[in-house]
T-cell receptor, first 113, second 114 residues
Framework: EPEVTQTPSHQVTQMGQEVILRCVPISNHLYFYWYRQILGQKVEFLVS????????KSEIFDDQFSVERPDGSNFTLKIRSTKLEDSAMYFCASSDPGDYGYTFGSGTRLTVV | QKEVEQDPGPLSVPEGAIVSLNCTYS??????FMWYRQYSRKGPELLMYTYSSGNKEDGRFTAQVDKSSKYISLFIRDSQPSDSATYLCAMSANSGAGSYQLTFGKGTKLSVIP
């Protein structure tokens, strides 16, 4: 069964450092998303991406965040200057047009120290 | 008022029991309703999705939506220890942007005891 692949599974970074989280969505999907889940909290929407541009973004997705699809297969989330409160599980997801059932990856656990 | 409310549990039931999981919501624009299952330190896995009001059945799982009450349910029949996980409800309005933002509940942690 096709799956969304995320790397790394766990990343530890120092406050103020830049991190890039990587995702390989399902190959024939056209919509890509990033969500995050702070420990013990809800899964929260960050951003959606279609046709090489952002479709929607939440209030969380401020100037410190950016997304990119650098080639035909990868989808990345960059956090420019990490804060302690950025520590969370970050999930990438992808979907078909009109498909409300995303496929999520297993997530990257980001720990900012 | 929170957009989606879900009792976080934990909920513990004996094997074979019928499990009822519920969410309430406040946003009338939500039209698409989903249930995800999440194992520890894994991504959410889609179980079921429904559009508008009504019931949908898939094997041991039944999803119900009551838009008039802004209330959705997931029933699990003949529960198994392998059903032990956190169950997340999620909802979406048609954003018109071609992509669909999901709003999640906090999740209910279920344990099925052999």
């Amino acid at each position: 069964e096709p799956e969304v692949t995320q790397t790394p599974s766990h990343q530890v970074t120092q406050m103020g450092q830049e991190v890039i989280l990587r995702c390989v969505p399902i190959s024939n999907h056209l919509y890509f998303y990033w969500y995050r889940q702070i420990l013990g909290q809800k899964v929260e929407f960050l951003v959606s991406f279609y046709n090489n541009e952002i479709s929607e973004k939440s209030e969380i997705f401020d100037d410190q965040f950016s997304v990119e699809r650098p080639d035909g297969s990868n989808f990345t989330l960059k956090i420019r200057s990490t804060k302690l409160e950025d520590s969370a599980m970050y999930f990438c997801a992808s979907s078909d047009p009109g498909d409300y059932g995303y496929t999520f990856g297993s997530g990257t656990r980001l720990t900012v120290v | 008022q929170k957009e989606v409310e879900q009792d976080p549990g934990p909920l513990s039931v004996p094997e074979g029991a019928i499990v009822s999981l519920n969410c309430t919501y406040s946003n009338s624009a939500f039209q698409y309703f989903m249930w995800y299952r999440q194992y520890s330190r894994k991504g959410p896995e889609l179980l079921m999705y429904t559009y508008s009001s009504g019931n949908k059945e898939d094997g041991r799982f039944t999803a119900q939506v009551d838009k008039s009450s802004k209330y959705i349910s997931l029933f699990i029949r003949d529960s198994q220890p392998s059903d032990s996980a956190t169950y997340l409800c999620a909802m979406s309005a048609n954003s018109g942007a071609g992509s669909y933002q999901l709003t999640f509940g906090k999740g209910t942690k279920l344990s099925v005891i052999p």
